[in-house]
Each structure stands twice: as C-alpha cells, then as structure tokens.
C-alpha cells in the first residue's frame, strides 16, 4: 500500500493508494454529513440528496450523468450513512477526471428538477414501504430505536413517508449550502491512480466550494430497552444488542475481533451452540457498528417465535462464555486473522 494524503487551504482532503497492477481506478467523495446531522423536520433528507445526485444538472441531464461513466468503462452509485454520504465510481485508469468532474458538477450545479424530485421522492417511499415489509430489515431499525430513542441515531436513516412528503427543492439547497463545503469533503481514490494529479483536479474542481461550519451532530446517549412489531411472517426475527465503543475507541479493534470470536463464522461459539447443537435458527450473525463515539454489538438471528426464548438464553450464555474466555486470550486466533484479511 502507498497512500499518501493532501490538505488543501480550504480544507479539502485528498487520499489516494496507488496499486500496483491494479487495471481499474476507484475514486469517490466523502461529505462527513449524514442522518445524524439533521433535525426532526430534515429526516431523511441526506438520503434525497444522495437519490437527486444523477437526476440532472445545468449542463447534464441524467441520462448524459450515466452515459459519460459508462463510455470510461465504469459505474457510479451513492450511499447515506449516519455520519457520511458518499458518491463513488469504478473505471478504467485515466478516466478519474471525468468522474471527479461529473461529482463536482452534480455536488455544486444540480437543478432539482420539480418532476424529477417528485419521482424520487415516490421512489424513497416505496424503499421504505419495502423495509416495513422485510423483517430482516425492520428489525434492525427497531433496534437502533430502542438503543437510541428520540435522537437521530435512533432514527431510519431513509426518513418518513410524512418527511418525505415534505421535501423541496428549497429544503435541499438550503442543507447543501449549510453542509456540503470544501472543508466538509474528502476525495479518495484508489487502483491505478496518480496521487498528484488527483490533487490537481481535485483543486481545480473543488478547491473553490465555500468554506462551511464543522458539521456537528449531539452525543450518543444510548438507553437500550425493548422493541416489537408483529409481522406476518412465520419466524420471529431477534436481534439482541449492547451499546459497543466508537470507531476510533481504542478497543474499537478488540471489540471487532470479539464479534468474530462470538458469532464470525461456522466455527464460532454461537454457530455450533444456537444451529449445530439445538437447531433453533438456520443462521445466526454477530456483528459490531461504529459511530464516532458510540457503537452497537448484536446478534441477529430468525427463530420459529416458540424458540425465541431458548434463542435468547442460549445467545447470551455464548456471550458471557465468550467474554470471559476471550479475556484469557483462547479463541481468538481466527477472528484475528480474519480480521487481518478484512483490512487489506
């Protein structure tokens, strides 16, 4: 690996790896604002945006977005996260200027086409309309209401179809201009990419956005409790979860590797103890979220609703049993090299 990184005096951050024998280049710009940075009345708002991204700008309507990516060999996608939204693409070597271009053009020009936006937003209420119908799904947002109650971690990251609704063009020029600045981006790029010449054109396209206020967003306060919903569905969906460390905690890494030790695999305590063993769910999955100052460990799994209870008791007791044998240091030799192989 060679990265190498670059702050301009906006603020704009620039990141690249350079790959040896890569033959693709990946690039992407991350805005460190996402769900968690809006108020009641703009949830789900970051989301719109991310869905307005290739609708249209001045000089390029949605279909010339698309084209232009994929006469580089390549595809363009973004995501919404709590504290991030980001825009990506995957092309061939040389083309990183075109992307960056179309980012910077879609991220400082968009028009917000009146028809366009009020078939996205029917778009968004369909996707949420499709969690409500997925309990794999609901169950999680269920989770982070209860981990999280009355707060923006605590709520789905996709909105209400009340907010929804509510959006406009106003609304969402007035959250960019709050919120989406030089200062506030990070250019990223990585494959057969050269760092130099990223910098340039990130410079050139970016280098002159205004400066904005530090994106802030109020302290985690995590309560836990409990949450139901029925469902038609013939399994009960369980999700059992503690409030974990933020990403950069110094045992952000341990808390990683004690989710793999726990629930990481077939070989894990929690396989062989809930499917192996007593046969009470089909599969069962750990897993450790991090958010900057908080985070959620969890266990999810699909039970027959009569099992939920054994599923329960037999879950934590492979949590208590893992703790204390993790703590003496047994069990941990996959999860770390799993762990090892995740992050290169």
Sequence with gaps: MSVETTTLPSGLRIVT?????????????YVAVGSRNESAEQHGLSHLIEHMAFKG?????????AAEIEEAGGDINAETASEHTAYLARLLPGEVDRALEI??????????????????????????????DDPDDLVMELMDRAAYPDQPLGRPILGTKKTVKSFDAGMIRAYLDRFYGANSLIVSAAGAVDHAEIARA???????????????????RYRGGEEKSRHGAEQANVVIAFESVGHTDKDACAAHVFSGA?????????????????????TIDSFNWSYDDTGLFGLQAATDPRDASEFARVAVGCLALGARRSRRGRRCAAPKAQAKVSAC
């Design 17 to 29: 790896d350079r790959m040896d024998g890569a033959e693709t280049a990946s690039v992407a710009v």
């Design 57 to 65: 700008t001045r000089t390029r309507d949605a279909r010339t977005i």
């Design 202 to 220: 990130a410079e050139r396209l970016f280098g002159a956005m205004p400066q904005v206020d530090a994106p802030a967003f109020e302290p985690a």
């Design 262 to 282: 726990v629930g990481g695999g077939m070989s894990s305590r929690l396989f062989q103890e809930v499917r192996e063993k007593r046969g009470l769910a089909y």
């Design 103 to 132: 980012f910077a053009d879609i991220l400082t020009d968009s028009v917000f086409d009146p028809h366009e936006l009020g078939r996205e937003k029917n778009v968004i209420l369909q996707e949420i309309a499709a969690v409500e």
